[in-house]
């Protein structure tokens, strides 16, 4: 049914501006759409929510635009802040309701708080301080969320930053809470298991957005989902510590953000966020205030002898993060400054290392967190303190080479090796960026010397694989893949890169083998599909073809590489109207790909559907001028709707891209003895017998022209013109990419 829905919206434009172009899906709540700004260059995309309410009645209407008002005012209100998405535009359009938003491309926090997935501590604490940040904000403006859950945390694809959607007030549009016998009723809103009572209730707090951003907390500790949380059954307390390995200072915070009862709860997420500061700078306070562990105590014991020279001092550095505990004994002060400075030295030493060991495991867990601008910036942190520290240095590379930033990352791994000539990671790794350089010789040896410290690591022996291919030495890279999978018989990467280097060397069978591996092993490895797609048609194996292409395209749905090379093997077995679909599939994803809307074209030319043919093929020529291909397969339509001028205009235009064509002067040749002018049809068949001296089907042609000649005109008649058949011409198949 919401297929049926989708189907309809499709194409729409809503507002005179907003045209649907995909969904985003559907709910009890209302549906979402992705549309494209007609009104703007580029026609930008967006997000249409579509809210609808199950009751027409006056009274559920009146209510339905009041809280949609409501739910633009919000969104309003909140601005241009970075990680809420922005309103374009919101509408009531017959008796339906429109929310036009900012779309944020990338995945929501479900795809990292995925069952048994368990989250350190340290992980926690910058997740919730990224969210509460967030909902800081939102709270500032007197705003409650009131779905604060992972399905509304989307991690931004450009930065990698949450941005949190889906303000709660909208949802009730569409709850039929309004009857004629009770003129209002406060709905709660929410997702179960993040709903605290107050708010299921229907009376929410600022703190029942705390409760949700705690539960998402336990959820990412124990790798649990809510419903499966243990409960007291005298307070209603989350029960959850024995299943989480966390310090009890910070239990406590989260406790107190899931306390049942609101007012035991932090009132806002900015008190929620201090605590959880505070908890932070407290637990990792030095002398320096960097980072993190005490040093251990440094004691220093002299002797003073009679003569005043240093016979006996206590020196005792107790405590380095709380400097009130530093207690210095002496019998003189004489020569001491001395010997607090060395102390001093010793000590400063022990917390630089510290504090920078600290940073450099707060930049690793940023790293894994995908927040790769900010572990660089945390990495380049750990050695303004110790610029000696390998480690570090390897790890600046391994942020540098996520961000693409290849130059600058060779120099960290260079840097790292300069310090530790040992440091397996960072040879590695400077195998790695070397080849993204395409500097491929320099990449071999590094990844040599990496391997010589460790040689079962499989991904570099795949790496070396990838050197070796564009490197053209074929047999070298078969043996490294050979040897990845030998390490690591479950590699799908190194199956499926065995097989396009086997497929490249048109050594079909074994490819598909090689593919057939990958997706041994990762059934749901869209490219290993689509691949072996490509090198079962090269075997002729059509039906396999279409089933590997099909099965690409299930996995992936804006896969439209697998969707154009579907539509083709379609064409190749005559199945016409499930061509057409799959072209129209890739128009949806990649609009601009003029040989989909040239081969959908020709597969509505196939069904005589010749109007819409000609939609298509001019689709494609107003992408590419110069294809010969679609002129003249667009002149065959357009001759076959006996629109022989414009026929002829298509002609001119392939054969002025492409003179040689034979075929195209032969069909222009037909439109014009359609349209009794003689004299150009037979200049046109003698071109295209001059290019192809054996063209039988225009010499015929050329001798009914000439024959047509010496017709009176007033006996001549369009009804006694015969040609061959109906078709101008051939309109070639295109072919599989």
Same mark, same amino acid.
């Given at each position: 049914? +919401?297929?049926?829905?989708?189907?309809?919206?499709?194409?729409?434009?809503?507002?005179?501006?907003?045209?649907?172009?995909?969904?985003?899906?559907?709910?009890?709540?209302?549906?979402?759409?992705?549309?494209?700004?007609?009104?703007? /260059?580029?026609?930008?995309?967006?997000?249409?929510?579509?809210?609808?309410?199950?009751?027409?009645?006056?009274?559920?209407?009146?209510?339905?635009?009041?809280?949609?008002?409501?739910?633009?005012?919000?969104?309003?209100?909140?601005?241009?802040?970075?990680?809420? /998405?922005?309103?374009?535009? +919101?509408?009531?359009?017959?008796?339906?309701?429109?929310?036009?938003?900012?779309?944020?491309?990338?995945?929501?926090?479900?795809?990292?708080?995925?069952?048994?997935?368990?989250?350190?501590?340290?992980?926690?604490?910058?997740?919730?301080?990224?969210?509460?940040?967030?909902?800081?904000?939102?709270?500032?403006?007197?705003?409650?969320?009131?779905?604060?859950?992972?399905?509304?945390?989307?991690?931004?694809?450009?930065?990698?930053?949450?941005?949190?959607?889906?303000?709660?007030?909208?949802?009730?549009?569409?709850?039929?809470?309004?009857?004629?016998?009770?003129?209002?009723?406060?709905? #709660?809103?929410?997702?179960?298991?993040?709903?605290? &009572?107050?708010?299921?209730?229907?009376?929410?707090?600022?703190?029942?957005?705390?409760?949700?951003?705690?539960?998402?907390?336990?959820?990412?500790?124990?790798?649990?989902?809510?419903?499966?949380?243990?409960?007291?059954?005298?307070?209603?307390?989350?029960?959850?510590?024995?299943?989480?390995?966390?310090?009890?200072?910070?239990?406590?915070?989260?406790?107190?953000?899931?306390? +049942?009862?609101?007012?035991?709860?932090?009132?806002?997420?900015?008190?929620?966020?201090?605590?959880?500061?505070?908890?932070?700078?407290?637990?990792? %306070?030095?002398?320096?205030?960097?980072?993190?562990?005490?040093?251990?105590?440094?004691? #220093?014991?002299?002797?003073?002898?009679?003569?005043?020279?240093?016979?006996?001092?206590?020196? %005792?550095?107790?405590?380095?993060?709380?400097?009130?505990?530093?207690?210095?004994?002496?019998?003189?002060?004489?020569?001491?400054?001395? #010997?607090?400075?060395?102390?001093?030295?010793?000590?400063?030493?022990?917390?630089?290392?510290?504090?920078?060991?600290?940073?450099?495991? *707060?930049?690793?867990?940023?790293?894994?967190?995908?927040?790769?601008?900010?572990?660089?910036?945390?990495?380049?942190?750990?050695?303004?303190?110790?610029?000696?520290?390998?480690?570090?240095?390897?790890?600046?590379?391994?942020?540098?080479?996520?961000?693409?930033?290849?130059?600058?990352?060779?120099?960290?791994?260079?840097?790292?090796?300069?310090?530790? /000539?040992?440091?397996?990671?960072?040879?590695?790794?400077?195998?790695?960026?070397?080849?993204?350089?395409?500097?491929?010789?320099?990449?071999?040896?590094?990844?040599?010397?990496?391997?010589?410290?460790?040689?079962?690591?499989?991904?570099?022996?795949?790496?070396?694989?990838?050197?070796?291919?564009?490197?053209?030495?074929?047999?070298?890279?078969?043996?490294? +893949?050979?040897?990845?999978?030998?390490?690591?018989?479950?590699?799908?990467?190194?199956?499926?890169?065995?097989?396009?280097?086997?497929?490249?060397?048109?050594?079909?069978?074994?490819?598909? %083998?090689?593919?057939?591996?990958?997706?041994?092993?990762?059934?749901?490895?869209?490219?290993?599909?689509?691949?072996?797609?490509?090198?079962?048609?090269?075997?002729?194996?059509?039906?396999?073809?279409?089933?590997?292409?099909?099965?690409?395209?299930?996995?992936?749905?804006?896969?439209? /590489?697998?969707?154009?090379?579907?539509?083709?093997?379609?064409?190749?077995?005559?199945?016409?109207?499930?061509?057409?679909?799959?072209?129209?599939?890739?128009?949806?994803?990649?609009?601009?790909?003029?040989?989909?809307?040239?081969?959908?074209?020709?597969?509505?030319? *196939? *069904?005589?559907?010749?109007?819409? #043919?000609?939609?298509?093929?001019?689709?494609?020529?107003?992408?590419?001028?110069?294809?010969?291909?679609?002129?003249?397969?667009?002149?065959?339509?357009?001759?076959?709707?006996?629109?022989?001028?414009?026929?002829?205009?298509?002609?001119?235009?392939?054969?002025?891209?492409?003179?040689?064509?034979?075929? &195209?002067?032969? &069909?222009?040749?037909?439109?014009?003895?359609?349209?009794q002018r003689f004299p150009e049809a037979i200049k046109s068949y003698e071109q295209a017998i001059k290019i192809k001296p054996d063209f039988q089907q225009a010499i015929n042609a050329l001798n009914q022209a000439q024959a047509q000649l010496t017709v009176p005109k007033d006996v001549s008649k369009p009804e006694q013109i015969k040609i061959q058949k109906e078709d101008s011409g051939v309109t070639s198949n295109p072919q599989n990419n």
């Amino acid at each position: 049914m +919401y297929r049926t829905r989708y189907n309809q919206m499709l194409g729409n434009i809503l507002a005179g501006r907003y045209q649907i172009i995909s969904n985003l899906g559907g709910g009890g709540f209302g549906e979402t759409y992705i549309a494209c700004d007609t009104q703007l /260059p580029g026609t930008p995309q967006c997000v249409v929510k579509k809210l609808k309410p199950q009751s027409d009645d006056p009274d559920t209407l009146q209510t339905a635009r009041r809280l949609f008002d409501t739910e633009a005012q919000v969104l309003y209100q909140l601005g241009n802040y970075q990680h809420i /998405p922005q309103l374009l535009a +919101y509408f009531e359009e017959n008796q339906e309701f429109y929310l036009v938003q900012e779309l944020i491309e990338g995945n929501d926090l479900n795809q990292e708080l995925t069952p048994g997935k368990v989250f350190t501590q340290a992980e926690v604490i910058l997740l919730l301080q990224e969210i509460l940040e967030i909902l800081e904000f939102v709270h500032q403006q007197k705003v409650i969320h009131r779905d604060m859950n992972p399905r509304n945390l989307l991690r931004h694809k450009l930065d990698n930053k949450l941005v949190l959607i889906d303000f709660g007030a909208v949802k009730q549009i569409t709850t039929n809470f309004v009857t004629s016998q009770i003129p209002k009723i406060t709905v #709660a809103i929410g997702t179960p298991g993040y709903i605290p &009572s107050e708010q299921a209730m229907g009376n929410p707090k600022l703190s029942s957005d705390i409760y949700a951003v705690g539960i998402i907390a336990i959820q990412a500790l124990t790798g649990l989902s809510p419903e499966q949380f243990e409960h007291d059954a005298d307070t209603n307390e989350i029960i959850w510590q024995h299943q989480a390995n966390v310090t009890p200072e910070f239990a406590e915070i989260i406790d107190k953000m899931v306390k +049942y009862d609101f007012r035991d709860r932090f009132i806002s997420a900015r008190e929620a966020l201090q605590a959880l500061k505070d908890f932070s700078s407290g637990s990792n %306070k030095s002398a320096a205030t960097l980072a993190l562990a005490p040093a251990p105590a440094l004691v #220093a014991n002299h002797q003073f002898g009679k003569s005043g020279k240093i016979q006996s001092a206590n020196i %005792k550095l107790l405590h380095p993060i709380n400097p009130k505990k530093i207690v210095i004994k002496t019998l003189t002060g004489i020569t001491l400054i001395g #010997a607090i400075a060395t102390a001093g030295f010793f000590v400063v030493d022990a917390i630089n290392s510290t504090n920078s060991a600290a940073l450099y495991k *707060q930049a690793n867990t940023l790293y894994d967190l995908q927040r790769y601008q900010d572990a660089l910036n945390t990495y380049e942190k750990a050695l303004e303190i110790r610029d000696d520290y390998a480690d570090a240095w390897n790890g600046k590379g391994k942020a540098l080479y996520e961000l693409k930033k290849y130059q600058d990352a060779l120099l960290a791994y260079d840097k790292s090796i300069q310090l530790q /000539p040992g440091l397996f990671l960072a040879w590695r790794g400077r195998g790695f960026t070397l080849a993204k350089l395409e500097r491929y010789h320099e990449a071999i040896s590094s990844y040599n010397k990496a391997l010589e410290i460790q040689a079962d690591d499989a991904e570099i022996w795949n790496a070396k694989g990838e050197v070796f291919s564009q490197l053209k030495q074929y047999d070298d890279a078969i043996q490294s +893949y050979d040897k990845a999978v030998e390490l690591k018989s479950d590699y799908p990467q190194s199956w499926y890169n065995k097989g396009k280097l086997l497929h490249n060397l048109k050594r079909y069978e074994d490819a598909i %083998k090689s593919y057939d591996k990958a997706i041994e092993y990762q059934p749901s490895y869209q490219n290993a599909w689509y691949d072996k797609g490509n090198a079962l048609v090269n075997l002729q194996r059509h039906q396999d073809a279409f089933n590997a292409y099909d099965k690409a395209v299930q996995i992936k749905s804006d896969f439209y /590489p697998a969707w154009f090379s579907r539509g083709n093997i379609l064409l190749k077995m005559g199945r016409y109207v499930e061509a057409i679909d799959s072209f129209k599939e890739v128009t949806k994803y990649s609009p601009n790909n003029y040989q989909a809307w040239y081969s959908r074209g020709w597969a509505l030319h *196939q *069904q005589q559907r010749y109007e819409e #043919a000609v939609e298509s093929f001019n689709k494609a020529t107003a992408i590419k001028r110069n294809d010969f291909q679609v002129w003249y397969s667009r002149g065959n339509s357009l001759y076959n709707l006996k629109r022989y001028g414009e026929a002829v205009s298509s002609y001119n235009r392939a054969v002025n891209y492409k003179p040689d064509h034979y075929e &195209s002067w032969y &069909s222009r040749g037909n439109a014009y003895l359609n349209l009794q002018r003689f004299p150009e049809a037979i200049k046109s068949y003698e071109q295209a017998i001059k290019i192809k001296p054996d063209f039988q089907q225009a010499i015929n042609a050329l001798n009914q022209a000439q024959a047509q000649l010496t017709v009176p005109k007033d006996v001549s008649k369009p009804e006694q013109i015969k040609i061959q058949k109906e078709d101008s011409g051939v309109t070639s198949n295109p072919q599989n990419n």
